[in-house]
């Protein structure tokens, strides 16, 4: 076990000296390759791609909106309280969970849920890709809950009955049944 320990010390100083595992952003603006994905999270537990600000865009390099963009953003709030009127990370409400996500991307939204379920371009249920907006009709006539399809079936949102930011199945029948329309902002 001692020598498998220093052979990683090791491993890990090489990278280090070599610039692999840097907290900088890449100075060449290219993403970083998944050898050096991998050292860094198996020597620090933390991700690169969160690092490098290449990936600082709604949809990524492959044109679709994956992560670590707006997702892997998401995915950090998970957690977060649950309250009426927030937009910051402080505590959120569906919306402003939402308009937050999206302005720390440079993109506006309207502060409500039925406002924004008009921004961007509608997508159907079966054609929802990571990092688009899903919108539900919950126990109101009109659109009143939002939340950011993750990919999987899953969208992740701030609920007012867990009083957090969670990941939902948007499959659920639930919210399936409850569900209106997807919306995906183009990339400028």
Known sequence: MRIILAALTVIAGLFLTAGVMSDEPAASGRAPSQEKILFYWL???RDIRQQTKVFKDLRGKDGGQSEPGIVAMA?????????YGGSTPDGFDCSGYLMYLFGEFGRELPRTADEQATAGEPVAFERLQPGDM???????PF????????GDHRFIHASS????????????PYWQSAFRTGRRLSVR
């Open 43 to 45: 020597f620090t537990g």
């Open 75 to 83: 995915k950090q709030y998970l957690g977060t309280p649950y309250i």
């Open 134 to 140: 899903v919108f539900f009709i919950t126990d109101e």
């Open 143 to 150: 659109i009143s809950h939002s939340g950011l399809y993750i």
């Open 161 to 172: 009955s867990a009083r957090s930011v969670i990941i939902s199945r948007i499959d659920d």
